[in-house]
């Protein structure tokens, strides 16, 4: 079973400040999914990775194979991005399952 | 494009009470998926379709909970009955098909058992 680990847990940052949340996993993964969860529940599907790095916007996500390891970064972050970011993965080829993260609260002050 | 959506929003519901949460997936969306978010943690599998199959219930409580996709479109997930532990958000989400694809989620459906 893969373990996934998400830090902080927790991430108060100004506006305009670069923010980085870092996820790591256990056993080895066929994709590595980046979601976005705002109060109410509902979540959306920000990336979706298997290897290198992807940008969108001001978010940039990154992901290094050998080292079970993936970060989110926001660039200039605003009020807006409050919210929880998730990590989930998919372990192997074959595996259609995600094992997903706690989460990172983020709260971002004007 | 229209996304996955769910109802209702939010609930509130005795224990020992039952409670039904709908939800239509993106048009022409293969799988289907149920999960639990309990506060605190990340979404938890209960059940997934593929079609009006089901893939994978193994961690579905089915002494109390039934989801059912009867015409391989939308589906129903069903808590009878509910216990104080069961409140969460329950989230659905659908994909084009099972293997390697992204989920597209709904809102959530916010159960609160008193």
């Known amino acids: 079973k893969n373990e996934v680990e998400q830090s902080p847990q927790n991430l108060t940052a100004q506006e305009g400040e670069f923010i980085t949340i870092n996820c790591s996993y256990s056993v080895g993964i066929s994709a590595l999914h980046w979601l976005q969860q705002h109060p109410g529940g509902g979540i959306v599907s920000l990336f979706m990775?298997?290897?290198g790095k992807k940008k969108h916007g001001r978010l940039i996500a990154t992901i290094n194979i050998q080292e079970k390891h993936s970060s989110l970064h926001i660039t200039a972050s605003h009020p807006r991005d409050s919210a929880v970011y998730i990590c989930?993965?998919?372990?192997?080829?074959?595996?259609?399952?995600?094992?997903f993260g706690k989460g990172t609260k983020l709260s971002v002050i004007p | 494009e229209a996304g996955v959506a769910q109802s209702p929003r939010y609930k509130i519901i005795e224990k020992r009470q039952s409670v039904a949460f709908w939800c239509n997936p993106i048009s022409g969306h293969a799988t289907l998926y149920w999960y639990q978010q309990i506060l605190g943690q990340g979404p938890k599998l209960l059940i997934q379709?593929?079609?009006?199959?089901?893939?994978?219930d193994s961690q579905l409580p089915k002494d109390r909970f039934s989801a059912e996709r009867l015409k391989g479109v939308d589906s129903t997930l069903k808590i009878q009955p509910a216990k104080l532990e069961d409140s969460a958000v329950y989230l659905c989400a659908s994909a084009p098909g099972t293997w390697g694809y992204e989920q597209y989620f709904g809102p959530g459906t916010r159960l609160t058992v008193t």
């Open positions: 379709f593929q079609n009006n199959g089901v893939v994978d």
């Open positions: 989930a993965v998919r372990s192997g080829a074959g595996s259609y399952q995600l094992t």
């Open positions: 990775l298997s290897s």
